[in-house]
C-alpha cells in the first residue's frame, strides 16, 4: 500500500470511527453474539497481568480493554489508551469515570502508526478489534514491540479468517452481507459497517499474522483460536 492509499484509508477509519462512537458498544455485542467479553477475559488471564505492571491499549476504542487493565494493574500501575477517535475516547473517558478507575488511566489522542512513547516504556501493549483497520499492520506491530519493555508483551485480539473453508465461507456470508443489515436495523449505520467487513478482505489470517509478529522482534507467539477462527488470539513476548 503507497503513502496515498495509507493517508486515504486512515482518513476514511478515521471518519468511521467518529460517526459510530455511540453506537460502537451496542454494535460489538451484536456482531460478536456478546462472545468478545468473554475473549478478553481469557485473555486477561493468559497475559498474567500483577500489580504495579503498565500497559498501553492501542486504538482502544471507548475503552473498555483499557478499563479491564487498570483493574488488573491495580493502584500502583498505570494505563495509557490511546486512540485516533476523539469521539471514541469521550464516551472512553465517561465509562473511565463510572468505573473508577480515572487516576491510573490516561487517554490520549494519537496514531497507532506512530506511539509518542519511548522505547522499553510498558510491561504490555494491546490492540483490540482495531488491528485489520490500520494502513500498515507491520508498522503498528513493530512501534508496539518498540515501546514493550523486553520480556514484555504485546496483544491483539482480532477478527479472523476461519482456516476450515466451508466455515469461512458461512462466517463471511454473516460478516459481509448479514452484518451491515443488522446494523442498519439496530443503530440506522449501513454505510459504515458495510466497510468495516471489508477491512478483513486484505488482513492476514491467524498464521499470517503470528509470522509479523516474529518479523517485529517478538518470539514465541501463542495463538488461540475462538469459535473455529471467527476470531483469534496472538501474545508476542519481546525478546
Known amino acids: 500500500m503507497d503513502q496515498i492509499q495509507m493517508k486515504d484509508k486512515a482518513e476514511y477509519v478515521h471518519s468511521v ?5 455511540e453506537e460502537y458498544d451496542k454494535m460489538n455485542n ?3 453474539f456478546g462472545s468478545h467479553v468473554a475473549w478478553r477475559n481469557y485473555t486477561m488471564k493468559q497475559m498474567n497481568i500483577q500489580p504495579g505492571h503498565t500497559a498501553l491499549d492501542v486504538a482502544c476504542g471507548t475503552g473498555d480493554w483499557t478499563i479491564a487493565l487498570a483493574q488488573a494493574v491495580g493502584e500502583e500501575g498505570r494505563v495509557v489508551g490511546l486512540d485516533f477517535s476523539q469521539n471514541m475516547l469521550d464516551v472512553g473517558a465517561y465509562k473511565v469515570a463510572n468505573a473508577g478507575v480515572g487516576n491510573r488511566i490516561k487517554l490520549v489522542n494519537a496514531d497507532a ?4 512513547y519511548e522505547d522499553n516504556s510498558f510491561d504490555f501493549a494491546t490492540i483490540g478489534f482495531a488491528l485489520r ?7 503498528v506491530l513493530d512501534e508496539m514491540a518498540r515501546v514493550v519493555k523486553p520480556g514484555g508483551k504485546v496483544v491483539s485480539l482480532e477478527v479472523s479468517k476461519p482456516p476450515f473453508i466451508p466455515y469461512r465461507k458461512l462466517f463471511y456470508l454473516y460478516f459481509y452481507k448479514i452484518l451491515p443489515l443488522v446494523a442498519k436495523w439496530t443503530v440506522n449505520k449501513y454505510e459504515e459497517y458495510a466497510w468495516l467487513p471489508q477491512s478483513l478482505t486484505n488482513f492476514p489470517d491467524s498464521r499470517e499474522l503470528a509470522h509479523m509478529f516474529q518479523k517485529a522482534g517478538l518470539d514465541p507467539v501463542q495463538v488461540k483460536l475462538f469459535m473455529g477462527g471467527v476470531s483469534a488470539l496472538h501474545i508476542g513476548t519481546k525478546q
Open 113 to 116: 502508526m506512530n506511539l509518542p
Open 133 to 139: 483497520n490500520v494502513p500498515d499492520v507491520q508498522r
Open 30 to 32: 451484536v456482531i460478536s
Open 17 to 21: 470511527f467518529e460517526s459510530i462512537a
